[in-house]
């Protein structure tokens, strides 16, 4: 044990000059904005550009989503579970085999996530999984 009191950890008063000096010298930070002002535009477009944001842009899983099998330019198709964190993976040739090539990718990841679901509550609302299609 040391009998050190607790002010060694307190910076000494020329360090706390020192600090307060610096401390004066940053420019002031520009006001945040009000609860009831509009956000910037450039806010706006950086969401609507995110590739998250499901937006209809090329290559976006929302697009792809709709997509027949047949039409999605992938080789190897992703879903993935929001809630359980399981990954499949198909190829392609083999998707368009199991549930043909007009099916909708969005049907098929679904059901393929569904027969390795591990999220069972015996509640048919409560059931299954979350997917994202990558």
């Known amino acids: 044990m040391n009998d050190r009191p607790a002010s060694w950890r ?68 992703r879903v993935v579970c929001r809630r359980c964190a399981g990954i499949v993976e198909i190829q392609k040739a083999d998707a368009a085999r199991l549930y043909g090539s007009d099916a909708i990718w969005k049907d098929a990841g679904r059901r393929l996530l569904d027969s390795t679901c591990t999220q069972r509550t015996r509640n048919h609302e409560e059931d299954g999984c979350w997917p994202v299609f990558e």
């Open 10 to 77: 307190m910076p000494t008063p020329k360090q706390m000059e020192k600090m307060a000096a610096a401390a004066g010298k940053k420019p002031p930070r520009p006001p945040g904005l009000a609860p009831e002002e509009d956000l910037p535009p450039e806010y706006w477009q950086a969401l609507l550009d995110d590739s998250r944001a499901g937006g209809d842009g090329p290559g976006s899983g929302a697009s792809r989503r709709g997509l027949s099998l047949s039409r999605i330019p992938q080789h190897v198709l």
